[in-house]
């Protein structure tokens, strides 16, 4: 079957550390993988996606960066962590059905980062 | 800008009480999808309904489609505490060959018993 791991679950990091939180997808090859960001009580905020391996799109600029090393996994990181990355950080992945159009999206459980 | 906007942010109701939310979107879509999220947790897929469809039902849960006003609204019948939660809708903006997802800021629903 198909799952989506994301850890840790939580993590409390200061301010100027790196960052690197790992998500790995499995049961299917070739997904279409992302990030996002969520803050309290707001919706979510598209951070990359990637439809391949190397290949990484980004959405927002801002102090982050992704990479995806292999196909079914997907890194999120930074090299100096700001105040304002705190957030619940989100990956997921996606099926596409006929003509690349999305089904539906598997997202992890999710990361609660906060950075004092 | 946001491609799904729900209403109301914020419902709260009695168990056994019917639940509406709505969505609005801007651009066309080839689908639009229903998630459900409890507090700190990731994101669930709940029900997807095709640009082609108007209503959709599944279990407790009926969503209609209106691509004519760029809007959709979820239906949670017989409301029960345990459907406390957020709840988004999320759809399908195209860019360069790939979909992006694109999630409204969702409606904070509480039941409760």
Redesign the interface.
């Known amino acids: 079957s198909q799952t989506i791991h994301?850890w840790p679950a939580t993590l409390v990091q200061p301010v100027g550390s790196p960052l690197s939180l790992e998500c790995t997808v499995e049961g299917t090859s070739n997904p279409?993988l992302?990030w996002?960001r969520q803050a309290a009580?707001?919706?979510?905020q598209?951070l990359f996606?990637s439809?391949g391996i190397g290949q990484i799109?980004s959405?927002v600029p801002q102090n982050l960066s992704a990479s995806r090393p292999q196909d079914r996994q997907f890194i999120l990181s930074s090299k100096k962590l700001l105040l304002s990355d705190s957030g619940?950080y989100?990956c997921?992945w996606?099926v596409?059905g006929v003509g690349?159009?999305?089904?539906?999206?598997?997202?992890?459980?999710?990361t609660?980062l906060t950075v004092v | 800008s946001?491609q799904g906007e729900e209403d109301p942010q914020a419902l709260s109701i009695q168990e056994g009480e019917n639940a509406t939310m709505n969505c609005s979107y801007k651009t066309s879509i080839?689908?639009l999808?229903w998630?459900r999220q409890n507090s700190?947790?990731?994101?669930?897929?709940l029900i997807?309904i095709r640009s082609n469809e108007r209503e959709k039902h599944s279990g407790r849960l009926r969503v209609t489609l209106d691509t004519s006003k760029k809007s959709s609204s979820l239906l949670i019948t017989a409301s029960r505490a345990a459907d406390t939660a957020s709840y988004?809708c999320?759809t399908?903006a195209k860019?360069g060959?790939?979909?992006?997802?694109?999630?409204?800021?969702?409606t904070?629903l509480i039941v409760h018993p």
């Open positions: 994301q279409n992302y996002y009580g707001r919706g979510l598209l996606y439809v799109s959405e619940f989100l997921a996606s596409s690349t159009v999305i089904l539906r999206y598997t997202f992890g459980s999710g609660r | 946001q080839n689908n999808q998630y700190g947790r990731g994101l669930v897929h997807l988004f999320a399908d860019a060959g790939s979909y992006i997802p694109t999630f409204g800021r969702g904070s």
